[in-house]
């Protein structure tokens, strides 16, 4: 199986704190890879540097290399936004524009130049129903998206994330704001998903990274501790540290 | 134990005077403008008062006609909207999103120190430089004109557009802007297509109030705009505001004329609580 993002020894300073400490990791391709850790240990710093949305933070700098599909995505002549149509992402918090079910999907499409009615029809009836969503907003297409449940809302999220067609998507803490159905939804249709995406998931919830993840990176202080099987990293870990976490002694 | 009971009260008491105050004003003025505005409107005729193109109420036989200066107002405001709405919504834009904190801070003072710039200052200014620069550039007789009232009211305007809209594009949650980012989009693309639209009812609040602004506006325009109660037929001609219409006359007015005076105010008065009330009505929905 090969990996589609290969990190080597990648740091990263927010002004003089370093938030990243020598991170190096592959993710495999059409897989689910979890990213565990406390809160504040850097997952979703390093998981926004695969897409680049950190360049927007001031102060921020970044040194290491990060191929994807083996080019360097800090290269001077790579279209930023190109990325980030490659390498989707879904929010911890559901964020859907305040505009129809229908526009939020189109959002995307348009951005990249789709105008055709039919053909964004289409992307918009194909993208709910891999989203798993269609059934529940079929009938309501030109309605506010900010008028449907949380689950929904993430579910959308997703939805119009695959609707730019694209290879990875990048997911923080997708569940955390849901409740227990919503999220089993989540789990289901991510399980779904990796068959044809590449899945890079930061969860706090060890569970979900047991029941949904074939990879697991376990993360600490800013350094990637271990990573590997979801299985290996639950069952014998082999820092004593991932074991403390993973059993429950902190965190 | 009942001593601080009373003391409450009594405090309470004391604000709720004070808040009373304040909406028996506006009750007073409201009930004035109306009482002595009517008067002049019964003895002229609603329609001749308000459609009539000919204001002499010093001639012999005066005529009591309105419409210049109702019209006047409107193309006046409407002028100083076109024009400054867009350059303040631009950089409201620029200021929100773009600019460095730098930059932002500095251009932010300037833009506070236009709206505590007197009016007196605007029309002085605009009279040794903005009329006698459209005399020369249109080649016209009197640069004291329509236009010059426009431009004048436009910058005028600006200061509260700006900070008005940067307040609503200020608001809007970064999570919208993310999204879009996260989409591919480009960050132009991403402030016009989800952070303007977001923003919207606070902008058109903003362009209300830029309106109220310029329709209540006498000094600038007085000093400016020629003065004169013609029909605003064009850019360059001489015109009279409705504001500038009750101050000019009303040190020697009497009789009549007088009581016209007043019913111009009343005319102003409803066109001002109107842009109020459109003003509330986009307040809310921002809210909601
Ligand atoms: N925008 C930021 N500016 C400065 N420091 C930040 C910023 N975002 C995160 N940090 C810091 O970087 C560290 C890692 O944060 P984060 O990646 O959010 O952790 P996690 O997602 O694992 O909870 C924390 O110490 C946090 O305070
Ligand atoms: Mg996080």
Not at chain 2, 30 to 36: A, G, M, N, Q
Request: charged share 20%; with cysteine.
């Amino acid at each position: 199986m090969s990996n589609v993002i290969n990190v080597k020894d990648m740091c990263l300073w927010y002004g003089e704190h370093q938030a990243i400490k020598n991170v190096n990791i592959e993710i495999p391709e059409k897989s689910i890879t979890a990213f565990i850790g406390p809160s504040g240990c850097g997952k979703s710093t390093f998981l926004k540097t695969l897409n680049r949305m950190n360049d927007l933070i001031p102060g921020v700098k970044i040194t290491g290399d990060i191929r994807y599909e083996g080019t360097d995505i800090f290269a001077k002549d790579i279209d930023v936004n190109n990325l980030r149509k490659e390498i989707g992402m879904v929010f911890q918090k559901p964020n859907p524009f305040p505009m129809s079910i229908y526009d939020n999907i189109a959002y995307g499409p348009r951005t990249h130049g789709i105008t055709k009615k039919t053909e964004l029809d289409e992307i918009v009836e194909n993208s709910l129903k891999r989203a798993a969503i269609w059934d529940e907003v079929k009938d309501r297409l030109k309605k506010n998206a900010l008028g449907l449940s949380g689950g929904q809302q993430q579910r959308l999220c997703i939805a119009r994330a695959l609707a730019v067609d694209p290879k990875v998507l990048l997911m923080d803490e997708p569940t955390s704001a849901l409740d227990p159905i919503s999220t089993s939804r989540i789990e289901e249709l991510v399980l779904d998903l990796k068959e044809t995406y590449t899945i890079v998931m930061v969860t706090h919830n060890m569970q979900q990274a047991v029941r949904v993840s074939d990879y697991t990176a376990f993360f600490l202080l800013g350094e990637l501790v271990e990573f590997g099987r979801t299985e290996d990293i639950f069952s014998q870990p082999q820092d004593k540290r991932t074991e403390d976490y993973i059993t429950g002694r902190f965190g | 134990m009942k001593k601080n009971q009373l003391m409450e009260k009594v405090i309470h008491g004391i604000f709720l005077v004070l808040g009373l105050i304040t909406v028996g004003c506006v009750l007073l003025i409201t009930i004035y403008l109306v009482i002595s505005g009517i008067p002049a409107i019964r003895e002229i005729g609603l329609v001749d008062f308000l459609f009539g193109k000919q204001w002499a109420s010093t001639a012999t036989e005066p005529k009591y006609g309105i419409l210049p200066f109702i019209l006047t107002s409107i193309y006046g405001t409407a002028g100083a909207i076109v024009i400054g709405v867009p350059v303040g919504f631009m950089t409201a834009v620029y200021l929100s999103k773009m600019a460095s904190p730098k930059v932002k801070s500095v251009i932010q003072s300037a833009v506070s120190l236009l709206a505590g710039i007197p009016s007196v200052v605007y029309g002085l200014v605009g009279m040794l430089v903005l009329v006698p620069g459209i005399r020369k550039i249109f080649n016209v007789p009197d640069g004291a004109s329509l236009l010059a009232a426009i431009i004048v009211l436009a910058i005028m305007i600006l200061p509260s557009i700006i900070k008005m809209s940067i307040t609503a594009l200020d608001a809007v949650p970064k999570e919208y802007e993310d999204a879009s980012l996260a989409l591919g989009a480009t960050p132009i693309e991403t402030y016009f297509r989800v952070s303007v639209p977001a923003a919207k009812s606070g902008i058109a609040a903003a362009v209300v109030l830029g309106v109220g602004r310029a329709i209540g506006e006498a000094m600038a325009v007085m000093m400016v705009a020629g003065n004169v109660p013609n029909m605003p037929d064009s850019l360059f001609q001489s015109v009279r505001f409705l504001t500038t219409a009750v101050s000019s006359e009303m040190a020697y007015s009497s009789g009549l004329q007088r009581q016209a005076l007043f019913s111009i105010a009343l005319v102003l008065f409803m066109f001002i609580m109107l842009t109020g009330a459109t003003l509330n009505f986009f307040l809310k929905r921002e809210r909601e």
